[in-house]
């Protein structure tokens, strides 16, 4: 399965394997909706296994964000390898997502 979902206090984490891209989209989206719909509103999405992401991918990532935001919540992005590194830094989503080093960080930097 490319994506896994687990919690870990308040924070919802979501580790990519592969790539947040094409139909793996649609399997994030699945994951996400529900966790939204039951209010769960603090995102970590782990990249630490991942090898890219795509526009969509992307797009996914900056909804997700939205939708967090309008529940006072937060989505915070982990183990960017250097190829999404380069993404997000491009797409200057680096200065919209927090990104942290792993998973264990950026669950304990929602405080």
Known sequence: MPITQTRQGDVTILRIQGELAGSVVGEFSKLVEPALARDQ?????????ALGVDSRGLEALTALKRSCEERLGKVKVCGLNPVIETVF????LN????CLPD???AVASFG
Do not use: H, K, N
Request: glycine letters at 0%; proline letters at 0%; aromatic letters at 16%.
């Open 41 to 49: 509103r603090d995102f970590c999405i782990d990249f630490s296994q």
């Open 89 to 92: 830094a491009i797409t200057r």
């Open 95 to 98: 200065l919209t997502f927090e």
């Open 103 to 105: 998973a264990e960080s």
